[in-house]
């Protein structure tokens, strides 16, 4: 976090339909938002275990949302994530059973984004690595300078 909060969207239907759930900065409340309809609703509970997120500071952030149950867990970064140790906090809603992922900051918010992995509930594949040398922009520039 560098500025302010940011907030993680899941199960997006349409830009006035989804889930979106904040953190900010010296902030001991998880912000938990369905938004219906254009409407937003907010429930604001207190980080249960995880530490109060700091400015500048990297953390390792895990959403579970299975059936109408989410789960938020956040450790610094270089930390393995451990519920008892980590939890945020839980939230139920029923809204919305599928959608799109997404971030959103708004205002002074500002966040950094590192190493995103999305998977299905009980993944234990291979470990997250950051870009991949064959797959990066310059490769690819130079790949289609190349074929012209």
Known sequence: IVAGYNAFLMRVQDAGNLYGHMVGADDPIMWWH???GDEWAAVE?????????KLNVWYRMKFIAE??????LMAERGE?????KHLVGTWE???FASGAIGFRESG????RYDNVLVTTIG???????AVRPA??????????KKAY
């Open 67 to 72: 059936g109408s149950q989410f789960t938020c």
């Open 45 to 53: 509970k207190k980080i249960e275990k995880a530490p109060i997120p």
């Open 123 to 129: 993944f234990d594949g291979v470990k997250p690595t």
């Open 135 to 144: 797959h990066n922009l310059l490769i690819a520039w130079g790949n289609i």
């Open 80 to 84: 393995e994530l451990d519920e008892a």
């Open 34 to 36: 369905s938004k219906e």
């Open 93 to 95: 809603h029923d809204a």
């Open 108 to 111: 002074s918010e500002h966040c």
